[in-house]
């Protein structure tokens, strides 16, 4: 990472020698970045964006400067911001080649790849873009493979569950129809009973029930005999 601090350095200053000589913000600004004075540099060098909102020196160092005080994030905004002016310039191949470094801060590793990638196409022979450049293709595939088993695991979890659901309702299912075939056996059972009492026909019920009426009837009567017997007791008990 310090190798690509320093190249990324290295970068800046190739652009901001090259900056106007009016270009008085900037260049109080390179003397701040040069002494490592980095947050008095942001200064100076939005100060010239002030003025120049799409000045590629002024945008390009303050990028840089903000990469130094650990704020790739917002160097990665300064950098959009001039993105057509600087592509169609003659800093282009810097361009990319610092925008790759900001991006490999932010782990941005697709970003940090296409912009290696324009950077060698503008200069082929740069040797820092080109190792830059597979070291982010490296960690790209490897946060691709990682993303592809996660979304396995992922996956496999889901129809783990399903399975899981689908194992619950056959239970269910079992349970069910474990239930209906006691209640069937149940059924059976009591109709086995019904069927197994013997069974009376029309003539023995009606014989049976005159029989239970005939006893009844001697019931009644014996009852009528004993009461009158024992009334007429009484009356003789009065008469002596």
């Not at 013997?198 to 009852?223: F, R």
Request: no cysteine.
């Amino acid at each position: 990472m310090k190798q690509i601090i320093l190249i990324f350095l290295l970068a800046a200053v190739s652009v901001t020698s090259l900056a106007q000589p009016d270009k008085r913000d900037v260049r109080r600004g390179n003397r701040d970045f040069r002494k490592e004075n980095y947050k008095e540099a942001e200064i100076e060098y939005r100060k010239a964006i002030v003025k120049d909102s799409l000045s590629i020196a002024a945008n390009y160092n303050l990028a840089a400067d903000l990469y130094r005080q650990g704020n790739p994030q917002e160097a990665a905004k300064v950098l959009d911001r001039i993105k057509e002016a600087a592509q169609s310039s003659e800093y282009a191949a810097d361009y990319f080649y610092n925008l790759g470094d900001v991006a490999i801060a932010n782990q941005d590793w697709k970003t940090a790849v296409d912009a290696f990638r324009e950077s060698l196409l503008r200069n082929p022979g740069d040797l820092d873009a080109k190792e830059n450049y597979i070291y982010a293709r490296k960690k790209l595939q490897e946060q691709q493979d990682q993303q592809q088993n996660q979304d396995q695991n992922q996956q496999n979890d889901q129809n783990q569950d399903n399975k899981d659901d689908q194992n619950k309702d056959d239970q269910q299912k079992d349970d069910q129809q474990d239930q209906n075939k006691d209640n069937k056996q149940d059924q059976q059972k009591d109709q086995q009973q019904e069927e197994d009492q013997p069974k009376i026909s029309p003539q023995a019920a009606q014989q049976m029930l005159q029989a239970i009426q005939a006893k009844e009837k001697e019931t009644q009567e014996k009852v009528k005999k004993e009461k009158a017997q024992a009334l007429q007791s009484r009356q003789k008990e009065r008469n002596w």
